[in-house]
């Protein structure tokens, strides 16, 4: 599976991105896809995934919302009322499970995007 992610860049805190990952190589339905986040200096974090049900991490939980489009390969991730704690390059994953919650690292991993949120 082959993961591009899209749409980061330069927001000021308040805003909004959405960011977009196109799939290829995989039965794109079958798999859970995913969100995950990695700032300067520190791990990557889980950020939201969609399969058979939606999670979130509780520090964008009503802020950021991940949906899928099957019929074009592609999970996005609306990001609103952004803060400068979710500047990070943002990394599209993906999951043989349909029912992947993040709990773990995913079976595959996109390029990263850089979301700068400033103050």
């Known amino acids: 599976v082959q993961l591009q992610a899209s749409g980061g860049g330069l927001v000021q805190a308040g805003g909004s991105l959405k960011l977009s990952c196109a799939a290829s190589?995989?039965?794109?339905?079958?798999?859970?896809m995913g969100w995950f986040r990695q700032a300067p200096g520190k791990e990557r974090e889980f950020v939201a995934t969609?399969?058979?049900?939606?999670y979130y991490a509780d520090s964008v939980k009503g802020r950021f919302t991940i949906s899928r489009d099957n019929a074009k390969n592609t999970v996005y991730l609306q990001m609103n009322s952004l803060k400068p704690e979710d500047t990070a390059v943002y990394y599209c994953?993906?999951?043989?499970?349909?029912?992947?919650?993040?709990?773990?690292?995913?079976?595959?991993w996109g390029q990263g995007t850089l979301v700068t949120v400033s103050s």
């Open positions: 190589g995989g039965t794109f339905s079958m798999y859970g």
């Open positions: 994953a993906a999951d043989h499970s349909p029912t992947y919650s993040g709990s773990v690292y995913p079976d595959y």
């Open positions: 969609i399969g058979w049900g939606t």
